[in-house]
Nanobody, 122 residues
Framework: QVQLVESGGGLVQAGGSLSLSCAASGAIFTINTMGWYRQAPGKQRELVATITSGGTPTYADSVKGRFTISRDNAKKTVNLQMSSLKPEDTAVYYC????????????????WGQGTQVTVSS
């Protein structure tokens, strides 16, 4: 079965940096877009950043210039480098991926990781 596993979350002071990583494993043929989303208590889940299979990124306005998303297609991983962190960045961060599980079927599947907590103190 397919799994997405995040790592790298933790507690950091405002102005600091943190790097998140997500590894995809299992029956995977091709991964299209991968991304990071976050959800703070009492708020809706929101997009943080996405990256296409070709390496084209998109970012939420709130993180532009501070976060960088990257991926390694061979390793099937996606990373999020976060700098100049603010208390409002505090949330559970989730990895997401659209992928094909076999070369012999045309269906695309969407998967989520379990989430990793990022806490930024004032």
């Amino acid at each position: 079965q397919v799994q997405l596993v995040e790592s790298g979350g933790g507690l950091v002071q405002a102005g600091g940096s943190l790097s998140l990583s997500c590894a995809a494993s299992g029956a995977i043929f091709t991964i299209n877009t991968m991304g990071w989303y976050r959800q703070a208590p009492g708020k809706q889940r929101e997009l943080v950043a996405t990256i296409t299979s070709g390496g084209t990124p998109t970012y939420a306005d709130s993180v532009k210039g501070r976060f960088t998303i990257s991926r390694d297609n061979a390793k099937k991983t996606v990373n999020l480098q976060m700098s100049s962190l603010k208390p409002e960045d505090t949330a559970v961060y989730y990895c997401n991926a659209d992928l094909r599980r076999s070369r012999f079927e045309g269906n695309w599947y969407n998967y989520w990781g379990q989430g990793t907590q990022v806490t930024v103190s004032s």
